[in-house]
């Protein structure tokens, strides 16, 4: 498991998405986000970058899905100092803004 810091760091080498999935939590009443990151899709055996973030909010995708071929450059995942009830973290792309959210915790390992 990778702290913010380490994330932050694999995400900068992997921006090819894999797979972007919304699943509703019926336990705890909230929706979670699994990303899955390539360096290369074309290579099936290229590692993998699997992060799953918890309690999503504030979802804004923009013009992030406007080709078959999806890149989220320069995302980054960042403590959030609002306080708000299960918001811990901001996770936005610095550059494009085109993908954005809140969540209350996240998970990320290389696979």
């Not at 995400?11 to 990303?35: G, H, M, P, R, S």
């Not at 970058?49 to 909010?57: A, E, G, P, Q, W």
């Not at 803004?97 to 290389?110: E, I, R, T, V």
Request: charged residues 20%.
């Amino acid at each position: 498991m990778l702290n913010v810091s380490e994330a932050n760091e694999w995400l900068a080498n992997f921006d090819q998405v894999e797979l972007f999935k919304i699943e509703y939590d019926d336990l705890n009443a909230c929706y979670n986000l699994t990303l899955v990151f390539s360096k290369d899709l074309m290579n099936t055996s290229s590692q993998k970058l699997n992060v799953i973030f918890y309690y999503v909010s504030s979802l804004n995708l923009n013009d992030s899905f406007q080709s078959n071929f999806q890149q989220f450059m320069s995302l980054v995942i960042e403590k959030d100092s609002n306080r708000w009830e299960n918001v811990n973290y901001e996770v936005r792309q610095i550059e494009d803004d085109n993908l954005m959210f809140k969540c209350k915790s996240f998970s990320a390992f290389l696979m």
